[in-house]
């Protein structure tokens, strides 16, 4: 069975700087694809980045980044230039065909964006 | 406007009682996921459908039924086998079944047992 752990249960950040989150994961597989979703207060959950692991390019999506580390079994969420709006949970998830693609997620981290 | 809507957004139940909760997708997508979320955890996958008339269990689907005899509509039923179903509840669905796909969130039910 696949894990996903994320080590870091709350972060801060102070607005306009840089933060990152960890996530790690386990599997036995070589084709599988990796995500991090934001829920913010209003629990609507939104996709923030996705990576597939064929790819050794890490996924950019304006301020978000990844650093991908297929061999370590590493995913990790940059967010540069912090904003009060990316207060939220962050959730790093794993998804591949052994169950049709539904997302394996972590316990999430809670980031907290400071003025 | 297209989405993924769920109802009730707050339910409450007593126990021995069965629910269902609506899940209903117009955006044509062919697959649609079931999940959990307590305090402190991730979301956990319940139940999962690749295709109408066909869905496969998750990690914890026990306690709960679905059907999927629309393409647009995947509810979940929690019956009184389930021993804690206080929780938030999120459905999703998907284009397809190829794992790049990004999962669409409907905003929630919440179950509350009384």
């Known amino acids: 069975a696949q894990t996903v752990t994320q080590s870091q249960p709350e972060m801060s950040v102070q607005e306009a700087e840089t933060v990152t989150l960890s996530c790690t994961y386990d599997t036995s597989e070589n084709n599988y694809y990796l995500f991090w979703y934001k829920q913010p207060p209003s629990r609507q959950m939104i996709l923030v980045i996705r990576q597939e692991a064929y790819k050794q390019q890490n996924a950019t999506e304006n301020r978000f980044s990844v650093n991908f580390q297929k061999a370590a079994k590493s995913f990790s969420l940059k967010i540069s230039d912090s904003q009060l709006g990316d207060t939220a949970m962050y959730f790093c998830a794993f998804a591949n065909s052994n169950s049709g693609y539904a997302l394996n997620f972590g316990k999430g981290t809670s980031l907290l964006v400071t003025p | 406007d297209g989405g993924i809507t769920q109802s009730p957004k707050y339910l409450f139940r007593k126990e021995g009682q069965n629910v269902t909760l609506s899940c209903e997708q117009n955006l044509n997508h062919d697959a649609m996921y079931w999940y959990r979320q307590d305090p402190g955890q991730g979301l956990r996958l319940i139940y999962y459908?690749?295709?109408?008339?066909?869905?496969q269990k998750g990690d914890i689907a026990e306690g709960y039924s679905v059907s999927r005899e629309k393409k647009e509509s995947f509810p979940l039923t929690v019956t009184s086998a389930q021993k804690n179903p206080t929780a938030f509840y999120l459905c999703a669905s998907s284009p397809t079944v190829v794992g790049n796909n990004e999962q669409f969130f409907g905003p929630g039910t919440r179950l509350t047992v009384l």
């Open positions: 459908s690749q295709i109408v008339n066909d869905f």
